[in-house]
């Protein structure tokens, strides 16, 4: 009992301390001085407090794991050297809320049992596929491919990401694993818990799925791996919302025409679709819609295209009452080349934080962050807080007069009136963005 106390006090020490040492050191008041400085003061004041709310979090973060209070569960990882073949350690950590990812190993280990949301996006530049597993206790549970389409002499990059919804046991571990090889900066992985007894479901087609004769029913993926509250029924492929609130709901998959455009039908419904094509890689989406009890949905094709089985994949969840957090979707609406990118659509705002280019955190937490982009040529479009980089997603060069599209997520702690902009090195067809606040 007493060395728990004692780390419950080093580190309460060193805050104090820090406290003392910082308030001693600031110089007298000159008014002469201040009006030059001021603009440079209040930018340090700034970056000690961040400091100062990060360690305070992390003393609070070691006390509940000692005292097995750990819930509020998250992490979220870069990749920054190139790995082929192999197991994938994704070593530059930029969230580890509740520290059960190791990013010497690259695995997550569950020390709270729960409902789990795992992502994962893989970069190539290679000029054959490459395709990445989800493991959990070493057996796949989803899996994505990646295509650059480029030549050995060029520097063409192509993403995809995939999703998946899982139930976990503590000591259940989690990692990804290539078969080709990914390349760094662009290549990602993150999770986060759910609430307890959060509605949520998690498919995968485990044949090729034939378009809806109709637009009453929707591509059934049969191999149903989570199903809390039963919510999907594979027999027809409808979702059915079985608690009034906002929702988040994925899809990634790989069709076998050239180009396709999926949305999800359902009661007066609006959101952005995503944009696939042939050619052995993945396409994805995340969208957050608000449903009502009661409500049914489907996945839906405008052209028909037969899903390919093995990658292709939908899951969902509720994130939470209407109205009880931040959540917003946005895209823009016509091309664009403007940087930062002006998201022109707004599909929800629960707290009025969007406004143009810019996000602001309208509450200190932990938030997941959600961009896709669809162009022509070769694009890079990065996620930036406070003009940080915090993120980047690569879209590969079209081999045809479509569009092709990459994506990328982030969950980051970010503290009230943080700004998030997003920045593309070239001209984009379209750009949308979906994000709300975890804990």
């Known amino acids: 009992m007493e060395q728990k106390r004692m780390a419950y006090v080093r580190p309460i020490i060193i805050l104090i301390a820090f406290l003392v040492i910082f308030s001693g050191a600031q110089p007298i008041y000159n008014p002469q001085d201040e009006w030059s400085k001021c603009d440079n003061n209040h930018q340090i004041l700034r970056e000690i407090r961040r400091d100062l709310n990060e360690l305070t979090h992390l ?4 006390q509940n794991k000692e005292l097995g209070l750990v819930n509020n569960v998250a992490f979220y990882a870069i990749l920054t050297s190139p790995v082929t073949d192999n197991y994938v350690i994704f070593n530059n950590v930029k969230t580890n809320e509740g520290a059960a990812y190791d990013k010497t190993s690259g695995i997550f280990t569950c020390q709270s049992s729960g409902t789990y949301v795992f992502s994962w996006t893989i970069a190539s530049k290679q000029h054959h596929q490459t395709t990445a597993d989800l493991l959990i206790n070493d057996v796949s549970v989803g899996s994505t491919a990646t295509y650059s389409r480029g030549s050995e002499s060029d520097d063409l990059k192509g993403s995809s990401t995939g999703f998946v919804v899982y139930d976990l046991q503590v000591g259940d571990k989690v990692r990804v694993i290539l078969n080709g090889t990914a390349i760094a900066d662009f290549s990602t992985f993150l999770g986060w818990k759910l609430q307890h007894d959060t509605p949520s479901f998690y498919a995968r087609a ?19 791996l989570t199903n809390n509250r039963l919510v999907y029924n594979p027999d027809n492929g409808v979702i059915t919302i079985p608690e009034t609130g906002i929702w988040a709901l994925t899809i990634s998959v790989e069709v076998n025409r050239g180009f396709d455009s999926l949305y999800v039908i359902g009661r007066s419904l609006s959101n952005p679709r995503i944009y696939v094509h042939s050619g052995e890689d993945t396409s994805s989406s995340l969208v957050v819609l608000t449903l009502s009890f009661g409500d049914k949905l489907h996945w839906y094709s405008s052209y028909k295209s037969t ?7 939908i899951s969902g969840w509720l994130i939470g009452p209407s109205n009880a957090r931040p959540t917003f979707m946005a895209s823009s609406d016509s091309p664009t080349s403007s940087s930062p990118v002006n998201f022109t659509r707004e599909y929800i705002d629960q707290t009025d934080s969007l406004l143009g280019s810019e996000f602001r955190a309208s509450k200190s937490g932990v938030y997941l962050i959600f961009w896709n982009t669809i162009a022509k040529e070769m694009a890079v479009t990065t996620l930036l807080v406070n003009g940080k980089e915090a993120g980047r997603a690569v879209t590969r060069k079209s081999q045809n007069s479509y569009s092709d599209n990459g994506s990328n997520l982030a969950v980051l702690r970010l503290q009230k009136d943080d700004v998030i902009t997003f920045e593309t090195n070239t001209s984009s067809d379209y750009v949308s963005i979906s994000s709300y606040f975890l804990f």
């Not at 003393?59 to 070691?62: A, F, G, K, V, Y």
């Not at 899903?307 to 994949?313: C, M, P």
């Open 307 to 313: 899903i390919l089985s093995t990658r292709s994949s």
């Open 59 to 62: 003393i609070t973060q070691l």
């Open 206 to 224: 485990s044949t090729n799925l034939t378009a809806p004769v109709s637009r009453d029913s929707g591509y059934k993926f049969q191999t149903v």
